[in-house]
């Protein structure tokens, strides 16, 4: 059983950026794929933002490419997401997942609200 507990929500002006961290643990090892998502109000789908790899591989969603940075600290177990230039459509419940390719398990953090608006 992997663990996800994000961070880093809460309100923020149009033009300005975040910094959101997703925590994992549990004991996992091998090749994972932690990614970040989003969940529109009132949207069912969530939608990709991007993904860092075990082996640290990055890919964005093309809405966020350019403004979204994300980063991974292998000692802390932690990714980061840093997004900048922040549009009310960036308005969502972040989630992390945490995709263990290996065991073929796939786990969910409670998400983090983030809003944009003055």
């Known amino acids: 059983q992997v663990h996800i507990v994000e961070s880093g929500g809460g309100l923020v002006q149009p033009g300005g950026s975040l910094r959101l961290s997703c925590a994992a643990s549990?004991?996992?090892?091998?090749?994972?794929?932690m990614g970040w998502y989003r969940q529109a109000p009132g949207r069912e789908q969530r939608e990709l933002v991007g993904?860092?790899?075990?082996?640290?591989?990055?890919n964005y969603a093309a809405d966020v490419m350019g403004r979204a940075t994300i980063s991974k600290d292998n000692a802390l177990n932690t990714m980061y997401l840093e997004m900048n230039s922040l549009k009310s459509e960036d308005t969502a419940v972040y989630l992390c997942n945490f995709n263990w390719v290996m065991t073929r398990q796939n786990f969910w953090g409670q998400g983090t609200q983030v809003t944009v608006s003055s």
């Open positions: 993904t860092i790899d075990s082996n640290g591989q990055i």
């Open positions: 549990g004991g996992f090892y091998g090749y994972y794929i």
